[in-house]
């Protein structure tokens, strides 16, 4: 078995050349169509062409989905900071008629000492919900004796000028306004000189 060697890859080239044979003018033809099966395929200016715009329009719709994908997130972080924002707005809502009520209660006069109890303790819880208020952002607007604007009062009267007075100018507060940071909750009842 050590005798025997393995042919090596020459060998075995020759080999077979010797016993495939073939003619002269078969191996002409064979060399003639290598190079037509070798040839590369010709692109026209057409092809390439419409794979170029097939390309620009996949570049520009990326592009454009890409810039959609942006503008939501942007829109999104500030749907979130405006929410964080303006966190317990409606609850704030809720407890300004609690507010108004209490003012009402305190402006009531109190003659025996029962009723100057009962006030007493009006008067604190008041004091303690204008303090929460206060803590949470939510501020009274200023009316009395400034001019007046529509975006924190409401007009509901208008009166004369009277000495010491300008015109458009508050003059009196029927309701008090509030608002919660830089947002207006509920605008001032005023009465307005004109």
Request: proline share 5%; glycine share 4%; no cysteine.
């Amino acid at each position: 078995m050590a005798d025997k060697q393995q042919p090596s890859t020459d060998d075995e080239t020759a080999a077979k050349a010797a016993t495939t044979k073939q003619d002269p003018d078969k191996t002409e033809q064979g060399a003639a169509a290598e190079p037509k099966a070798a040839a590369k395929p010709t692109v026209t200016a057409e092809q390439l062409a419409a794979v170029q715009k097939k390309a620009d329009d996949f570049e520009d719709k990326y592009l454009r989905a890409e810039a959609e994908v942006q503008n939501m997130q942007a829109r999104y972080q500030k749907e979130q900071a405006s929410l964080i924002k303006y966190d317990g707005q409606q609850l704030a809502k809720d407890v300004l008629p609690v507010i108004d009520n209490l003012e009402r209660a305190l402006a009531v006069e109190a003659t025996d000492d029962a009723s100057k109890q009962i006030k007493k303790g009006v008067q604190m819880t008041y004091d303690h919900m204008e303090d929460a208020l206060k803590r949470n952002h939510v501020t009274e607007i200023e009316a009395l004796g400034k001019p007046f604007d529509p975006t924190l009062h409401q007009a509901v009267q208008s009166v004369p000028v009277s000495d010491g007075q300008t015109a458009e100018t508050v003059v009196n507060v029927l309701q008090k306004g509030y608002q919660l940071k830089d947002r207006v909750l509920r605008p001032a009842m005023v009465v307005v000189a004109q």
